[in-house]
């Protein structure tokens, strides 16, 4: 069945950087666009960015734009996020996501990443 294991969250202060990882299993990974999500405490999902199936082309939400990017190693079946400049409001959990922007998919445990001083 399909797997999505995040990791590589943490605190980190204002400014700061994180670089996110996704290990994907139980799915042909190098055919699937794939996403990051968030969900902030006590608010919904948000989308933040897709990358295409080969890594060519990659999409993000305004709020991450310039800060945020998306990558992935096909052959280790693995999505990363590098995350700069990090905001206190870019406190939330992060999931990593299967399938197109619209309609993806997500089911792992999230890695809580909190921004603060």
């Known amino acids: 069945q399909v797997q999505l294991v995040e990791s590589g969250g943490g605190l980190v202060q204002p400014g700061g950087s994180l670089r996110l990882s996704c290990a994907a299993s139980g799915f042909t990974f190098n055919i699937y666009r794939m996403n990051w999500v968030r969900q902030a405490p006590g608010k919904g999902l948000e989308w933040l960015s897709v990358?295409?199936?080969?890594?060519?082309?990659?999409k993000y939400a305004e709020s991450v734009k310039g800060r945020f990017t998306i990558s992935r190693d096909n052959p280790k079946n693995k999505l990363y996020l590098q995350m700069t400049t990090l905001k206190r409001e870019d406190t939330a959990v992060y999931y990593c996501?299967?399938?197109?922007?619209?309609?993806?998919?997500?089911g792992g445990q999230g890695t809580q990443v909190t921004v603060s001083s």
């Open positions: 996501a299967k399938g197109p922007e619209t309609a993806y998919e997500y």
């Open positions: 990358i295409s199936p080969r890594g060519d082309t990659t």
